[in-house]
């Protein structure tokens, strides 16, 4: 008799895939990349993803059979199961693991699924279908229910395809679902029409308003206010500063004299048509684009070398443009923080409705969207701009990616497993379409330059503002020698105070950058110098005055704030260090006058949360913004002309081998915020070490100097590009079992790697980490340095194996191994 049977990834992180019994029928119909409902383990269901259909029976155990096929066609297609593969193989992960980060929730219901009724479920209850009605009748008691309890209410095993249905009808929605509350109200802003910008249309059009004095009155008071305020006036404030009545500016706008229009900066799905055309490039960008092209001929990855507001961004749009043409698709990959509405609505204005937003702050259905608009290669994903998930998306036809600051950590995934690079695995997404990858940034990766120089990748350099602005005048202020000379106000020298004065009464902006959030990192008792630490994780918590709380920023732990030592009694508590907080409350006692601003991930949450504070501070409504690194992200505020870096020292003393590159990139990327139109920036460096040669390097803006110095110390210290990382972590309650597994976890990778090429000291550890516990469980590292000359899926090959050995070990057993390929 014949047999058949389907191979499938289960969403969770086990090695092989599972084979599955099929009927004759079913096998006719699967495709690989539909979505199965299979059972798994005594009850579970999950939603499973076919991959291979054949008639070998496996040899270990009886096949069970699948419940029910949840798609007519194909939710994943063959090229992106290629990547995955990729992606497990290269990051040592399962397929399962890369599946689950892969698919947006909804795509992926499974038994642990909780799911909540839909109160914007309107249609009527008669378009049901009786196992629905129950759910639906259910949910009317209930607010949650778990997809195990809708089996027990459907007395059905299987309740995935009618989940699906429920979900499809809108009448319920699943947890990762919820929308967020926030929606940001448009607000109308009234400007004169640009045709009478000259004085001569001007003053026609005043002689022809004599008659219409209340139309004349309005129109002046509108010149005044701008040229008071000199930012945009808001519909509402000039009707309160004129008194105008609604109808007296409605004549004026339908008579042309006045345009309204709309700042918002929520509304990512866009109706509107291309507004603009894209811009007419400069020399300097257009040998550039040139130069780009070129490289394509022969390479599949350019990197664009281009200082800040040198005008990448345009030189992408004109790459785009050509990809569209070919009738091919764009990838645009940002770090999560730098996807900003500004950058939405420049790319909207070109290109319309061809522009679609993913990244992980959308709700579901939103992603959702996109991807089956992808899959059926709609007209509105043509382009793509997204975070790192992006690359897991079902491109059909893709021609370009650009991967935008390029440099960023961001891109990196750290927890959990994929632990993926996604500049990387653009890298790869790009070639198994045959498109063509260009990498940008005004401070690219040691990795990239490296690449580019050893001609693996293309490089093009773009070393002018657009506009020739200059780039900001850099200035270090040694705080030792302040501190010591009285000049001192809180952690502000006198030269900052002077230059942010000096701004503030020009009708300028400052932005202040504090790498540490909240007000004061910790909290410290001045009797016996006792810290609070948090009980899950060996770290202190974190004061936040606001909140009047301690936190521990790995695990959410928080208590209130302690009146007294927890140690010792006494009430003479003190804190230590700064943050933003901090930054900002010192601020507004020097200039009480001031409007301040704070961005940092406490004040951003939520899908609008940076919007909102950036529209703030793009309209002029804060004169000061505070903030963390989320300020270095190609934002591009036009009144800036001050920044000042609060420490710089902080950034230094990081215990990683690329802390040094990372505080040359983190303090270009501030300054690149400062005067990007006619007027020269100014950015105000605080240390404590001011000849401190990467502060030195970086206030000059001395990248190649930087690269050479870093390119040698990696080289010296066995360090990438040069060799390979891989980390091993090992995590378990009790710290005696996971410091033994460690010791016998490097042993034996020691005695495996002890062959000609390798030397000891390739392999490090087993150690503590920074932080050696994190909710509740102990941590151990073993680093693995691997040498050029090794071959690195035989490497990964031999770990796996140890890990085979260790997993076997009894006493072992429950310790959790996790592997980070290239994890910087
Ligand atoms: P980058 O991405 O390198 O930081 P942008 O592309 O954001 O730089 O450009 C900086 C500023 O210069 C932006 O305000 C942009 O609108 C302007 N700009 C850049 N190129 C042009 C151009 N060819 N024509 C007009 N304006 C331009
Ligand atoms: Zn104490
Ligand atoms: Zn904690």
């Given at each position: 008799?014949?047999?058949?049977?389907?191979?499938?990834?289960?969403?969770?992180?086990?090695?092989?895939?599972?084979?599955?019994?099929?009927?004759?029928?079913?096998?006719?119909?699967?495709?690989?990349?539909?979505?199965?409902?299979?059972?798994?383990?005594?009850?579970?269901?999950?939603?499973?993803?076919?991959?291979?259909?054949?008639?070998?029976?496996?040899?270990?155990?009886?096949?069970?059979?699948?419940?029910?096929?949840?798609?007519?066609?194909?939710?994943?297609?063959?090229?992106?199961?290629?990547?995955?593969?990729?992606?497990?193989?290269?990051?040592?992960?399962?397929?399962?693991?890369?599946?689950?980060?892969?698919?947006?929730?909804?795509?992926?219901?499974?038994?642990?699924?909780?799911?909540?009724?839909?109160?914007?479920?309107?249609?009527?209850?008669?378009?049901?279908?009786?196992?629905?009605?129950?759910?639906?009748?259910?949910?009317?008691?209930?607010?949650?229910?778990?997809?195990?309890?809708?089996?027990?209410?459907?007395?059905?095993?299987?309740?995935?395809?009618?989940?699906?249905?429920?979900?499809?009808?809108?009448?319920?929605?699943?947890?990762?679902?919820?929308?967020?509350?926030?929606?940001?109200?448009?607000?109308?802003?009234?400007?004169?029409?640009?045709?009478?910008?000259?004085?001569?249309?001007?003053?026609?059009?005043?002689?022809?308003?004599?008659?219409?004095?209340?139309?004349?009155?309005?129109?002046?008071?509108?010149?005044?206010?701008?040229?008071?305020?000199?930012?945009?006036?808001?519909?509402?404030?000039?009707?309160?500063?004129?008194?105008?009545?609604?109808?007296?500016?409605?004549?004026?706008?339908?008579?042309?004299?006045?345009?309204?229009?709309?700042?918002?900066?929520?509304?990512?799905?866009?109706?509107?048509?291309?507004?603009?055309?894209?811009?007419?490039?400069?020399?300097?960008?257009?040998?550039?684009?040139?130069?780009?092209?070129?490289?394509?001929?022969?390479?599949?990855?350019?990197?664009?070398?281009?200082?800040?507001?040198?005008?990448?961004?345009?030189?992408?749009?004109?790459?785009?443009?050509?990809?569209?043409?070919?009738?091919?698709?764009?990838?645009?990959?940002?770090?999560?923080?730098?996807?900003?509405?500004?950058?939405?609505?420049?790319?909207?204005?070109?290109?319309?409705?061809?522009?679609?937003?993913?990244?992980?702050?959308?709700?579901?259905?939103?992603?959702?969207?996109?991807?089956?608009?992808?899959?059926?290669?709609?007209?509105?994903?043509?382009?793509?701009?997204?975070?790192?998930?992006?690359?897991?998306?079902?491109?059909?036809?893709?021609?370009?990616?650009?991967?935008?600051?390029?440099?960023?950590?961001?891109?990196?995934?750290?927890?959990?497993?994929?632990?993926?690079?996604?500049?990387?695995?653009?890298?790869?997404?790009?070639?198994?379409?045959?498109?063509?990858?260009?990498?940008?940034?005004?401070?690219?990766?040691?990795?990239?330059?490296?690449?580019?120089?050893?001609?693996?990748?293309?490089?093009?350099?773009?070393?002018?503002?657009?506009?020739?602005?200059?780039?900001?005048?850099?200035?270090?202020?040694?705080?030792?020698?302040?501190?010591?000379?009285?000049?001192?106000?809180?952690?502000?020298?006198?030269?900052?105070?002077?230059?942010?004065?000096?701004?503030?009464?020009?009708?300028?902006?400052?932005?202040?950058?504090?790498?540490?959030?909240?007000?004061?990192?910790?909290?410290?008792?001045?009797?016996?110098?006792?810290?609070?630490?948090?009980?899950?994780?060996?770290?202190?918590?974190?004061?936040?005055?606001?909140?009047?709380?301690?936190?521990?920023?790995?695990?959410?732990?928080?208590?209130?704030?302690?009146?007294?030592?927890?140690?010792?009694?006494?009430?003479?508590?003190?804190?230590?260090?700064?943050?933003?907080?901090?930054?900002?409350?010192?601020?507004?006692?020097?200039?009480?006058?001031?409007?301040?601003?704070r961005m940092d991930s406490d004040t951003t949450r939520g899908k609008y949360g940076y919007e909102k504070i950036i529209t703030a501070f793009?309209?002029?409504?804060?004169?000061?913004?505070?903030?963390?690194?989320?300020?270095?992200?190609?934002?591009?505020?036009?009144?800036?002309?001050?920044?000042?870096?609060?420490?710089?020292?902080?950034?230094?003393?990081?215990?990683?081998?690329?802390?040094?590159?990372?505080?040359?990139?983190?303090?270009?990327?501030?300054?690149?915020?400062?005067?990007?139109?006619?007027?020269?920036?100014?950015?105000?460096?605080?240390?404590?070490?001011?000849?401190?040669?990467?502060?030195?390097?970086?206030?000059?803006?001395?990248?190649?100097?930087?690269?050479?110095?870093?390119?040698?110390?990696?080289?010296?210290?066995?360090?990438?590009?040069?060799?390979?990382?891989?980390?091993?972590?090992?995590?378990?309650?009790?710290?005696?079992?996971?410091?033994?597994?460690?010791?016998?976890?490097?042993?034996?990778?020691?005695?495996?790697?002890?062959?000609?090429?390798?030397?000891?000291?390739?392999?490090?550890?087993?150690?503590?980490?920074?932080?050696?516990?994190?909710?509740?469980?102990?941590?151990?590292?073993?680093?693995?340095?691997?040498?050029p000359s090794q071959n690195l899926k035989k490497v990964k090959n031999g770990i796996a194996r140890v890990h085979k050995s260790f997993s076997?070990?009894?006493?072992?057993?429950?310790?959790?191994?996790?592997?980070?390929?290239?994890?910087?």
């Amino acid at each position: 008799m014949q047999q058949y049977f389907v191979d499938v990834i289960l969403p969770i992180p086990v090695e092989k895939q599972f084979t599955y019994r099929v009927s004759e029928e079913e096998f006719g119909v699967i495709q690989p990349g539909m979505r199965l409902a299979v059972p798994f383990g005594t009850s579970k269901i999950y939603t499973a993803l076919a991959c291979t259909l054949h008639q070998n029976p496996p040899l270990l155990y009886e096949a069970k059979s699948i419940h029910e096929i949840l798609d007519e066609s194909p939710v994943v297609t063959a090229k992106q199961l290629q990547l995955w593969f990729w992606i497990a193989d290269y990051y040592m992960c399962s397929p399962g693991e890369v599946f689950r980060a892969a698919l947006p929730g909804t795509l992926l219901l499974e038994s642990e699924t909780i799911v909540l009724r839909n109160d914007d479920f309107q249609a009527s209850e008669a378009t049901l279908q009786d196992d629905e009605w129950l759910v639906y009748e259910a949910l009317q008691h209930q607010p949650i229910l778990k997809v195990t309890e809708v089996s027990s209410i459907l007395d059905k095993k299987n309740t995935l395809p009618v989940l699906k249905r429920l979900l499809e009808k809108g009448v319920v929605r699943v947890k990762e679902e919820i929308q967020e509350q926030y929606r940001p109200k448009l607000v109308r802003f009234i400007r004169v029409a640009p045709r009478y910008s000259e004085d001569e249309a001007l003053k026609e059009l005043l002689d022809d308003l004599e008659r219409a004095k209340k139309q004349k009155e309005v129109l002046l008071s509108l010149f005044s206010l701008s040229a008071t305020t000199k930012k945009p006036i808001k519909l509402k404030e000039l009707q309160e500063t004129t008194g105008a009545s609604a109808a007296v500016i409605k004549s004026l706008t339908a008579k042309g004299i006045l345009d309204d229009y709309y700042l918002q900066t929520d509304r990512v799905t866009y109706s509107g048509k291309a507004v603009e055309e894209t811009r007419e490039l400069n020399t300097y960008q257009e040998k550039a684009l040139g130069e780009v092209r070129e490289h394509f001929r022969d390479k599949d990855v350019t990197l664009l070398y281009g200082v800040t507001s040198s005008g990448k961004t345009e030189i992408y749009v004109k790459l785009i443009e050509e990809t569209l043409a070919r009738g091919r698709q764009v990838l645009y990959l940002l770090p999560e923080i730098a996807l900003t509405s500004q950058l939405i609505h420049r790319l909207q204005n070109y290109f319309g409705e061809q522009v679609s937003v993913y990244h992980s702050k959308y709700s579901n259905n939103e992603r959702v969207e996109v991807w089956n608009n992808l899959l059926q290669n709609s007209q509105k994903t043509r382009i793509v701009l997204g975070a790192r998930s992006a690359v897991f998306l079902p491109f059909t036809d893709l021609g370009l990616v650009i991967v935008d600051e390029e440099h960023e950590v961001s891109f990196k995934q750290f927890d959990p497993a994929p632990r993926y690079h996604a500049r990387d695995v653009a890298v790869v997404l790009s070639s198994l379409h045959g498109a063509k990858t260009l990498l940008g940034s005004a401070t690219p990766s040691v990795e990239s330059s490296y690449n580019a120089k050893t001609e693996k990748y293309g490089l093009v350099g773009l070393t002018r503002r657009y506009g020739d602005v200059l780039l900001p005048e850099m200035e270090l202020v040694d705080i030792k020698e302040k501190y010591r000379k009285k000049k001192m106000k809180g952690h502000f020298s006198d030269r900052l105070i002077e230059e942010i004065g000096e701004s503030l009464s020009e009708g300028e902006q400052v932005i202040l950058f504090q790498n540490r959030r909240g007000y004061a990192p910790v909290m410290e008792c001045n009797t016996c110098g006792h810290t609070p630490q948090c009980p899950s994780c060996d770290v202190s918590l974190t004061y936040h005055r606001i909140r009047k709380q301690l936190r521990c920023h790995y695990c959410g732990y928080h208590m209130a704030l302690p009146e007294s030592c927890v140690a010792c009694g006494s009430s003479d508590l003190d804190t230590r260090g700064f943050g933003t907080e901090q930054v900002e409350e010192e601020l507004r006692e020097i200039f009480p006058q001031a409007r301040t601003g704070r961005m940092d991930s406490d004040t951003t949450r939520g899908k609008y949360g940076y919007e909102k504070i950036i529209t703030a501070f793009e309209q002029q409504e804060i004169d000061v913004l505070v903030g963390t690194q989320m300020l270095t992200k190609g934002l591009d505020f036009r009144n800036v002309r001050l920044v000042g870096v609060m420490n710089a020292d902080n950034l230094l003393n990081y215990p990683d081998f690329r802390a040094f590159e990372r505080s040359f990139q983190l303090i270009l990327q501030v300054a690149g915020r400062a005067g990007r139109t006619e007027k020269r920036g100014k950015v105000l460096i605080q240390t404590y070490n001011p000849y401190h040669q990467i502060l030195q390097q970086a206030s000059m803006n001395k990248y190649g100097d930087m690269l050479t110095d870093q390119l040698n110390d990696r080289k010296q210290f066995l360090y990438p590009p040069f060799y390979r990382l891989i980390k091993i972590s090992l995590r378990h309650r009790n710290y005696h079992t996971v410091q033994e597994g460690a010791n016998w976890f490097s042993g034996a990778l020691r005695s495996h790697f002890d062959i000609p090429g390798w030397k000891r000291d390739y392999i490090l550890g087993p150690e503590s980490p920074s932080i050696g516990r994190i909710r509740n469980l102990y941590i151990k590292d073993i680093l693995i340095k691997i040498p050029p000359s090794q071959n690195l899926k035989k490497v990964k090959n031999g770990i796996a194996r140890v890990h085979k050995s260790f997993s076997a070990i009894a006493a072992y057993r429950s310790v959790r191994v996790s592997f980070d390929v290239d994890c910087y």
